[in-house]
């Protein structure tokens, strides 16, 4: 019977899908899914149909415009009814992303259904889907399957599959689905939005990643930071104690409650190495790091490793960059 | 304004973890501690509570052998008391069973407002305090790093991937706070002297009414069967910087026809 029907909880910015969309499209298709089918919401779905059908998913599901309503509650409910009608998926993959993640909850509680998260693989071994997922911190890989029957949900960590190079266009099938009454559980409403300005490539896109942490001293020496990613053009990114510190906002946060990347460089400056900070970043290509401290972790996992001051490297690396 | 806290006890996340290898269940030993993630709704949850002009803040904990030396920490921070549930056969829980149970054990708080962390340090699933907020039928705002009560309904502000929200949302209702957004407390010796005659009501999986299919490995249906260590990245070079260091970075970039 294999993989059967698999959904992806897809997501829309800018009219077009995100690049997590597009991955977990790749990971369902991977596995030999009979079908991959995409539930979207918002209200430019009709204009991304076609990059969705070139993708190869052979259907959307339209949730409608749900306004100014937090999706989780809504979306699950569309899906439920659509699993109660006899609608089912085998399984259901969504993004480790804000929304993908209160989707996935709420609907596990719906149709009583565990949810295995954290997923950094998955990988189709006769009828069932082998998750990798990764322990304290990233220090060790579990493999776990759900035993009971489906849909069997999944949350699965960015940059876990491919995104395709190039999209095509092709026509798709879609079909409106409706969200039934949710009662209190609906009513969490976003009434402003705040957009924190950021220039240069996106973190999780960048080619070369220049990250931040607590060994540069103090907020106002960031700005080595954000000079030297901006002469590589790469994007700054950042540990999460300076982040809890106040010195940059969360979105460029790298770890596991922030970020995943993978770029062709990662240089990390005055940041230990803790578990939780590389599983964000240890599988960019290259890795370097700047750290006072020989025995920092970060030294375990790096291709050149720099045990000195960020306040001495860094400008020096800044001047030599500008004098090329 | 009543506050419910869920607060996870967890092992000292210093010392390395490790899974059972014939149940593949978390090896529980020792002393358990506040999850330090939880520490920030507790502080939340105690301004709250203060500035809504009294009230009471509830911890709500599940853990094995009874275990209160974390909720102890909370207790000693100001909450007023706590639920914990116990039960062996809560051992091997997913998630949802784990929402199941602090579900269950909400409805006996009746409060006006549940926190918890978004994810907790060892299991981080971010997803058991959405579980417990469509069981109790509650709207959720996750990702919180502001609250602001509002009579009858909160302010949230929740972090997006562009910035962040401001969200509305009547109560009772399930908020998840990220860590950093606070400065919790620390227990003063009052604190810490008051915090032992706290009453910490304790329940066991029958108590709370749920079948024993609902929790433990038999209500999870996933199971784990394989861990290994993570692959290991082979170590390049290192120097000591000796004024030339940022030289060796710059031809590493060249090398790669990066700049
Ligand atoms: C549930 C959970 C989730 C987490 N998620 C994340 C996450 O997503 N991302 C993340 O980053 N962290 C995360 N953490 C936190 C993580 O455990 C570490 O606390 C954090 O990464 C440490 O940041 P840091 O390396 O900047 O600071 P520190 O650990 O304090 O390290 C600072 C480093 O700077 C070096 N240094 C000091 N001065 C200098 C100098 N002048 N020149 C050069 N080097 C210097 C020091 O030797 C030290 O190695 C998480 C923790 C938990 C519990
Ligand atoms: N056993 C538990 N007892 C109390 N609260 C819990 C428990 N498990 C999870 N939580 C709450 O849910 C949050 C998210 O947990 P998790 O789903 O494991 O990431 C935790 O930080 C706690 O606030």
């Not at chain 1, 779905?45 to 309503?69: I, R």
């Not at chain 1, 095509?168 to 079909?175: C, F, H, I, K, N």
């Not at chain 1, 969490?188 to 705040?194: D, K, L, S, T």
């Not at chain 2, 009294?54 to 030396?69: D, F, H, I, R």
């Amino acid at each position: 019977m294999g993989i059967g029907r698999v959904w992806v909880f897809g997501e829309l910015a800018e009219g077009k899908p995100t690049t997590t969309t597009l991955e977990l499209i790749e990971g369902a298709k991977s596995l030999g899914a009979s079908s991959v089918e995409v539930v979207l919401h918002g209200p430019e779905v009709d204009g991304a149909l076609g990059v969705l059908g070139g993708t190869g998913v052979s259907k959307v599901y339209n949730v409608g415009d749900l306004g100014d309503a937090l999706v989780g509650a809504p979306i699950a409910a569309a899906i439920a009814g659509q699993i109660e009608s006899g609608n089912s998926p085998d399984s259901i993959l969504f993004g480790a992303t804000y929304d993908g993640r209160d989707v996935a909850a709420r609907l596990s509680a719906k149709i009583s259904k565990g949810v295995i998260t954290n997923c950094i693989g998955l990988e189709a071994q006769g009828d069932t889907i082998v998750a990798s997922h990764a322990l304290f911190g990233g220090s060790q890989i579990a493999k776990s399957k759900f035993t009971g029957a489906g849909p069997w949900l999944f949350v699965v960590r960015a940059k876990t599959f491919s995104a395709p190079e190039s999209l095509g266009e092709a026509s798709v099938e879609s079909q409106s689905i409706s969200v039934p009454d949710l009662g209190a559980t609906g009513a969490a409403m976003v009434i402003n939005r705040h957009v924190e300005e950021r220039s240069g490539p996106k973190l999780d896109e960048a080619p070369i990643v220049v990250s931040g942490g607590r060994g540069l001293g103090q907020s106002e020496h960031y700005a080595m930071i954000e000079e030297l990613a901006k002469l590589l053009n790469g994007a700054p990114g950042a540990s999460r104690a300076i982040v809890d510190a106040g010195w940059v906002p969360y979105a460029y946060q790298v770890g596991q409650t922030g970020k995943t990347v993978k770029p062709t460089v990662y240089i990390a400056c005055g940041i230990s190495g803790a578990t939780q900070h590389m599983v964000g970043m240890k599988g960019s290509k290259n890795i370097i790091a700047i750290n006072k401290d020989k025995d920092a972790p970060i030294f375990t996992i790096c291709d050149l490793g720099i045990v000195g001051d960020v306040h001495k490297v860094l400008p020096a690396l800044i001047d030599a960059l500008k004098n090329r | 304004m009543n506050v419910a806290v869920c607060v996870k006890q967890i092992p000292d996340p210093a010392a390395p973890g490790s899974l059972d290898p014939t149940t593949k269940n978390l090896v529980r030993g020792g002393k358990l501690i506040l999850d330090d993630s939880d520490a920030y709704g507790v502080e939340i949850a105690l301004q709250l509570a203060e500035s809504s002009g009294g009230g009471e803040v509830t911890l709500v904990s599940m853990a094995p052998n009874g275990e209160t030396s974390g909720l102890r920490t909370a207790l000693a921070m100001g909450a007023s008391k706590a639920v914990l549930v116990s039960d062996g056969k809560l051992a091997g829980s997913d998630a949802l069973g784990t929402a199941r149970v602090l579900a269950e054990a909400i409805k006996r708080v009746s409060p006006d407002l549940v926190l918890a962390a978004t994810e907790s340090t060892d299991g981080y699933t971010g997803t058991t305090p959405v579980q417990v907020a469509e069981l109790l039928g509650m709207p959720s705002v996750t990702f919180a790093k502001k609250i602001e009560v509002d009579g009858n309904s909160i302010k949230v502000e929740r972090q997006t991937e562009a910035g962040y929200d401001e969200v509305s949302c009547p109560l009772p209702a399930v908020v998840t706070v990220t860590a950093g957004v606070v400065e919790p407390r620390y227990p003063s010796f009052k604190g810490i002297m008051a915090a032992k005659s706290k009453p910490v009501d304790q329940l066991d999986v029958a108590g709370l009414g749920l079948s024993d299919s609902q929790v433990g490995s038999t209500g999870a249906g996933q199971e784990v069967f394989e861990v290994q260590d993570a692959p290991q990245r082979d170590v390049g070079e290192i120097v000591e910087d000796d004024g030339e260091g940022y030289a060796k970075v710059v031809s590493f970039l060249e090398n790669l026809k990066l700049i």
